[in-house]
């Protein structure tokens, strides 16, 4: 089987110097490679290739045969690295907490320890006859939750 860490090496090479990010290296017991890598404005499919085309010839198929796969995080898909956070700064997510309880808002921001999303709650002010909408930041530790992910809007 193809070393995960070999791999993730070849893929720290290539990306030296560019505004890439790894997000994720897997290499399953039939030597099925998947690399996904992210940017801050979005992959570009000809860095894709460039990217496999560095993999290809750093490891060699006569010794181990192997299926390769890279590619971007998806739109869609749970971040899986801080940078993922920091890049969506400013943009709408999900975050589903362990608790079950599913919150959208804005993230505002993102550190080793911890993330903040800006949330709209309905809150009665006294005396008030309608509750009104109010910002609230709530402040995640990574192990509160499930997933988060980017909240793809056609508004």
């Known amino acids: 089987m193809i070393d995960k860490n070999v791999v993730t090496r ?19 017991p039939d030597d099925k490679i998947v690399v996904e890598i992210d940017h801050a404005e ?3 499919i000809d860095d894709c290739v460039d990217l496999s085309r560095y993999i290809e010839s750093k490891l060699n198929r006569e010794e181990e ?9 998806g739109i869609g898909q749970p971040f899986k690295v801080l940078q993922q ?13 362990k608790d079950g309880k599913k919150r959208t808002g804005v993230l505002t921001d993102a550190n080793e320890e911890n993330f903040t999303i800006t ?13 009104k909408l109010v910002e609230q930041n709530v402040t995640f530790v990574y192990d509160e939750i499930k997933y988060t992910k980017y909240l793809i809007s056609f508004k």
């Open 119 to 131: 949330v709209q709650v309905k809150v009665k002010p006294e005396g008030a006859k309608r509750p």
């Open 42 to 44: 979005g992959v570009w």
């Open 85 to 97: 956070y920091i890049i969506h700064i400013g943009k709408e997510v999900e975050v589903l907490g």
């Open 10 to 28: 070849i893929v720290e090479e290539w990306l030296e110097g560019k505004d890439y990010f790894l997000v994720d290296v897997t290499v399953t």
């Open 65 to 73: 045969d192997y299926e390769l796969e890279v590619g971007s995080a």
